[in-house]
């Protein structure tokens, strides 16, 4: 089974409202990365976070690393309809991901 | 530089048959990592090879078996086809240099169809 958990499964929001992601893991990550596939697509990379605590933007994208380096979350302000897709979360020393959660976005 | 390249993009087989899929990675990465996607498990990690020898295994039964040549393309096969084993595979590539986890470059996988 999967060693890194990912939630919500499906998250449906309007255009304009806010969205996150969580990731844990049940051990320490090395570090970890977050990617997104969007329908009828493959996974693209988005970002690798490495540092304890870590906090990176992508304009309206904010990815965060705990402190314990046990979780991460990604948190998309403002969405809209090109968000639309399947946000991984990644152990990529394990080569595990989440079980990803899809996002969809009304207009 | 061009980016991972699969084929077949889509394959329909029988139970019983086997398949061999194919992955050339971008040039200059020397890893290749192959994955299986299914709506129900998501992203299952298969095996990952680098220099021709695999790194990396995944939790998959000896059916699904792999190889890496000495261009970096690889190949995937799947013996015995199950009606399970219906998915899409997905190739990535990397350039897997030492130190930290490099970024995994996906190709846009080969579509299974087992009947």
């Known amino acids: 089974g999967q060693q890194v958990m990912q939630i919500p499964q499906y998250q449906h929001v309007q255009e304009g409202e806010d969205f996150t992601t969580y990731c844990n893991s049940s051990?320490?990550?090395?570090?970890i990365q977050w990617y997104k596939q969007r329908p009828g697509g493959h996974p693209v990379f988005l970002i690798q976070?490495?540092?304890?605590?870590e906090v990176k933007k992508q304009k309206r994208l904010t990815f965060q690393f705990g402190e314990a380096k046990k979780n991460s979350s990604l948190h998309i302000t403002a969405t809209q309809t090109t968000d639309v897709g399947t946000y991984f979360c990644a152990d990529p020393n394990d080569m595990r991901f989440g079980a990803g959660t899809r996002l969809t976005v009304k207009p | 530089k061009a980016g991972v390249t699969q084929t077949p993009r889509y394959l329909i087989k029988t139970r019983g048959q086997q398949v061999t899929l194919s992955c050339s990675p971008i040039?200059?990465?020397?890893?290749v990592s192959w994955y299986q996607q299914t709506p129900g498990q998501g992203l299952q990690f298969l095996f990952e090879y680098f220099s021709e020898t695999q790194r990396n295994k995944g939790n998959f039964p000896g059916r699904f078996s792999g190889r890496q040549f000495s261009n970096s393309r690889s190949e995937m096969n799947v013996s015995t086809l199950e009606l399970g084993d219906s998915a899409l595979y997905l190739c990535?590539?990397?350039?897997?240099?030492?130190?930290?986890?490099?970024?995994?470059?996906f190709g846009p996988g080969t579509r299974l169809t087992v009947l």
């Open positions: 040039s200059g990465h020397r890893s």
């Open positions: 990535a590539s990397s350039e897997r240099t030492s130190g930290i986890s490099d970024t995994q470059y």
């Open positions: 976070l490495v540092k304890s605590g």
């Open positions: 051990t320490t990550l090395s570090n």
